[in-house]
């Protein structure tokens, strides 16, 4: 599986819970909004993570 930012973009607007983290890494660690899209890919969906499906179903959807 790989990251592809509009995905990521997508999944993050259908979710609450992980539009907070993503605010929540932008300013806790002074990142731009596409730096912390990626960390946030590797943190909740990459290597089982809780929304790997979600983020894969998006992939079948295209």
Same mark, same amino acid.
């Given at each position: &599986?790989?990251?592809?930012? /509009?995905? &990521?973009?997508? $999944?993050?607007?259908?979710? /609450?819970? $992980?539009?907070?983290?993503?605010?929540?890494? *932008?300013?806790?660690?002074?990142?731009?909004? /596409?730096? %912390? $899209?990626? %960390?946030?890919?590797?943190?909740?969906?990459?290597?089982?993570?809780?929304? *790997?499906?979600?983020?894969?179903?998006?992939?079948? $959807?295209?």
């Amino acid at each position: &599986m790989r990251y592809i930012k /509009s995905q &990521m973009k997508q $999944l993050v607007r259908e979710d /609450s819970r $992980l539009q907070q983290k993503l605010k929540q890494l *932008m300013e806790e660690h002074d990142l731009e909004k /596409s730096f %912390a $899209l990626k %960390a946030l890919y590797h943190a909740e969906v990459a290597d089982s993570g809780k929304y *790997m499906e979600a983020y894969q179903e998006l992939d079948h $959807l295209k």
